[in-house]
């Protein structure tokens, strides 16, 4: 094992159903056991594909902007802006989504990596 430097300008892989630009930094198929990091851009009025992690909890960190992620399991929607966390329970459905005016750039991702999402990748 050694330490390994990753950078957002080159990721392995994309997740359309999270946006246009969901990068996979860092995840099992660069070598990670249980780490998870994506970097993601929702434009303007851009949302998930509404989706749950059975087995993995998905934290995202907001670095720019503002809009609404989307609790279909408590029927609600809380507003975040750069510098809030957002913290989903694993087995939550749910949809993170641009929709106050700006474009929104996060990091973060289920947590361990979620493997039915994986598979659908590794089949792209």
């Not at 359309?16 to 434009?43: H, K």
């Not at 989903?88 to 929104?104: E, I, S």
Request: with cysteine; charged share 25%.
């Amino acid at each position: 094992m050694a330490i390994k430097i990753f950078h957002r300008d080159n990721p392995d892989k994309f997740m359309p159903m999270i946006s246009a630009d969901a990068r996979l930094i860092v995840w099992p198929g660069v070598g990670a056991d249980v780490a998870n990091m994506n970097y993601v851009v929702l434009e303007p009025g851009e949302a998930n594909t509404p989706h749950a992690h059975a087995t993995s909890e998905d934290t995202i960190f907001i670095l720019e902007g503002r809009g609404s992620v989307a609790d279909f399991e408590n029927d609600s929607v809380l507003e975040y802006e750069a510098g809030d966390a957002i913290h989903v329970p694993a087995g939550l459905k749910h949809a993170v989504r641009a929709d106050r005016g700006c474009r929104v750039v996060s990091v973060g991702g289920p947590c361990p990596p979620d493997p039915f999402l994986l598979k659908l990748i590794n089949e792209q």
